[in-house]
């Protein structure tokens, strides 16, 4: 479908001024079929009511690589007042973007007034203003089409389409870079990251996702303005590596965030850590991440807590170290050092309590796992949190922590019948006594069950 649309371009365009190409269906091919239908009838009764509409970004540049979108946006004239007034089930958010968000079920559609650049009397009227360095703090003055198309980040997601002539409209070469599979910004890279540190995470979440290169103009100001996303709200960066670590190249945006400089500004005590111990800290995370791909890619859950208990591993090792010199047994340390840590980490990243909490049981369970004296395994075994302590004991293993088979008598203990429990236990000569920090990985053992998260 994409290298017919590319046959079918009339003439070569240019960036700096762009010109609104129209294709007509004939030229792109994508079927009605592909979007969801909720979000064509946004755009329907939108333009029934008098207004442009258009879904755009991801779902059309999705669409165009031959991918079945998943989330849905629409791009209109109508503010978002207008659109409140046009769906009873709809709902005005945001202040820094002021936008709509339409209701259908589970599904949300999120529907953006076109929006322009700004003026000094935008800044005086308090629609638009900007920090010292550059960083938009409100963007609410609307504009066309076309203007509205110059303000999106990349030029791939600046492609609208119309479900009800099915014409595809392409302002800014979008096209063409998804032909090249090439992220490309609209304007200034250093400018609009200025005006948007976040996407700078962004650009590396799609260049993992897509497969698509980093030109030099748009990873270039990357390593140098990172530290930028510390102005960002703690709130609005939880988001963010979210979507960074739940799109199904959690990996590969991991060696992305290293290599730009990304990492440490969202995990700063972490990034410490892999710094220090990579061979460890840093396998640890990327086996994590590696796993939280494979299940993605097989339709699994996953939970955040399980994954931000990993990003996070590297720097409760050494609090846990400190705590343990101090004289404090393995379970006070642990819980101790988590309470020192966490406050610290969302201050960067505001993880959710609903996941803080689950947190800090998989952490404490890694020390009541070697302790299996007595009832003490069964204890252990019907803690809710016990899977996905087991399933992190295992990750600390294949990232080469040595636990004594640590994981491989639990994974035969909590399948055994009950009369193989009891000798298991009897059969225990001394709590194991672990390395946290090996020079050197073991290798391990293939008879394990699939982990869950």
């Excluded at 909720?38 to 009511?49: D, K, M, P």
């Excluded at 999705?62 to 629409?74: I, T």
């Excluded at 990349?154 to 992220?183: E, Q």
């Amino acid at each position: 479908m994409l290298k017919k649309l590319i046959r079918n371009l009339r003439k070569p365009r240019n960036a700096a001024e762009p010109k609104g190409q129209q294709l007509p269906y004939a030229e792109h091919g994508l079927s009605l079929d592909l979007f969801s239908r909720n979000a064509i009838s946004v755009t329907t009764r939108l333009q029934e009511a008098g207004y442009q509409a258009f879904l755009v970004g991801g779902c059309v540049r999705d669409a165009l690589l031959g991918e079945r979108p998943k989330d849905f946006d629409v791009a209109t004239s109508a503010t978002p007042e207008q659109v409140r007034g046009v769906f009873r089930n709809s709902r005005i958010i945001g202040r820094r973007f002021r936008l709509a968000h339409v209701l259908f079920g589970r599904e949300t559609i999120e529907v953006a007034t076109f929006r322009s650049n700004h003026t000094t009397h935008d800044a005086a009227s308090g629609r638009a203003a900007q920090d010292s360095s550059g960083r938009i703090l409100r963007d609410n003055v609307y504009g066309t089409l076309e203007e509205d198309a110059l303000r999106r980040d990349f030029t791939v997601n600046a492609l609208y389409y119309d479900p009800s002539d099915r014409t595809l409209h392409d302002f800014a070469g979008g096209i063409s870079d998804l032909h090249k599979r090439t992220l490309r910004l609209i304007g200034d890279p250093e400018t609009r990251y200025l005006e948007d540190p976040v996407r700078m995470l962004r650009a590396i979440r799609f260049a993992a996702k897509l497969n698509f290169d980093l030109p030099a103009e748009t990873a270039q100001p990357i390593k140098r303005l990172a530290g930028m996303l510390a102005d960002i709200p703690a709130a609005r960066l939880y988001e963010e590596a979210l979507k960074v670590f739940l799109n199904g190249s959690a990996e590969d945006s991991f060696d992305l965030m290293q290599q730009y400089g990304l990492f440490a500004p969202l995990f700063p005590f972490s990034a410490k850590e892999l710094e220090q111990d990579p061979d460890y800290c840093a396998t640890l995370v990327r086996l994590a991440l590696r796993s939280t791909d494979t299940r993605l890619a097989e339709g699994k859950t996953v939970t955040p807590a399980f994954l931000f208990a990993a990003l996070l591993w590297p720097a409760l090792l050494p609090l846990m170290a400190q705590y343990q010199a101090e004289g404090l047994a393995p379970v006070p340390a642990i819980q101790k050092a988590a309470h020192k840590l966490l406050p610290m980490q969302l201050q960067h990243v505001a993880i959710p309590r609903r996941f803080t909490v689950p947190m800090q049981e998989i952490w404490a369970l890694q020390e009541r796992l070697p302790y299996r004296y007595g009832r003490r395994a069964e204890t252990v075994l019907a803690n809710p949190r016990f899977r996905a302590a087991y399933d992190f004991l295992l990750l600390r293993e294949d990232a080469g922590e040595d636990t004594g088979n640590l994981g491989q008598w639990w994974t035969e203990y909590q399948f055994a019948p009950e009369p193989d429990r009891r000798r298991m236990v009897s059969e225990l000569s001394g709590p194991v006594r672990k390395s946290r920090r090996p020079r050197k990985r073991k290798s391990r053992s293939s008879s394990r069950g699939g982990k869950t998260q």
